[in-house]
């Protein structure tokens, strides 16, 4: 552990380490439904195709586990009977995560995967918490040590077959928890299984209920602003707020300090 720096590192998936299609499957799912199944409703609800915007997506749906973004989603758009049509949705919605997954249309963020490891070089250990129960398909498709190859950077923990699923000291993806975020409960448990005190631990999160979960738990909150939302997240108070985790100074976590290079 990092003597005098924080003792636990804990990592969203979706829009911090990946940049996962699950925006496009949440848009996608409800256009093919309001163009299916659900025409007959569409004119008793706020829905068009251009009201789905990316700030709709990181406002009401990221970071939220699968049913609860698609209630969210239903009732922003002020459908008739929101929680009767939610199962239906978030189960469209997991069919095309599935298939955009499978055909490999994602990518992971390099600046992500160049701080993880830095992370992990100031012997910090590292824990996954995405609410999403898909994280661990990305994951397992992250070759570190080729990246690690590609950059010319070398660690000793960097092994041949490494992957980010294998990387982590713990990994709370899509685990049923009684509560979802902004409810702390998933840092929370991630702390103990690094068996790190909570304000010990710092949260790298890109949505605004990750921020508040990491600020309920007491533990400090970085945000990625990777979709133009950076007043979202500096208002939900994250202690810090970057564009690329390239900017962080990764020699402050030794000294328990969140602060960019700048």
Excluded at 62 to 69: E, F, I, L, Q, Y
Aim: net charge negative; charged share 25%.
């Amino acid at each position: 552990m990092a003597t005098g720096g924080f003792d636990g590192a804990i990592f969203d998936v979706d829009g911090v380490l990946v940049d996962s299609p699950h925006e496009r499957a949440w848009k996608d799912a409800l256009r093919e439904l309001m163009e299916g199944d659900w025409a007959d409703i569409r004119e008793h609800t706020t829905w068009s195709e251009d009201a789905f915007t990316p700030q709709v997506y990181q406002r009401v749906i990221s970071g939220k586990p699968r049913t609860a973004g698609a209630l969210a989603a239903l009732e922003h758009f002020q459908f008739p009977d929101p929680q009767a049509r939610t199962q239906t949705y978030a189960a469209r919605k997991q069919a095309f995560i599935v298939r955009l997954i499978e055909a490999r249309q994602f990518t992971a963020y390099p600046d992500a995967l160049r701080f993880v490891m830095a992370v992990r070089d100031l012997g910090i250990p590292a824990a996954a918490a995405s609410s999403s129960k898909n994280a661990d398909r990305f994951l397992k498709h992250i070759h570190l040590d080729t990246f690690a190859q590609q950059e010319g950077l070398t660690y000793d923990f960097v092994h041949p077959g490494l992957t980010l699923l294998d990387f982590f000291d713990a990994d709370l993806s899509g685990r049923d928890l009684a509560r979802g975020k902004p409810d702390p409960e998933i840092f929370l448990t991630a702390a103990a299984e690094l068996k790190a005190a909570p304000e010990r631990c710092f949260v790298v999160e890109d949505a605004v209920s990750g921020i508040r979960a990491a600020k309920a738990g007491k533990m400090a909150a970085l945000g990625v602003a990777r979709a133009d939302d950076q007043q979202l997240l500096t208002a939900a108070h994250a202690d810090l707020v970057v564009t690329t985790l390239d900017e962080v100074d990764v020699r402050g976590l030794a000294s328990h300090q969140l602060r960019t290079t700048r």
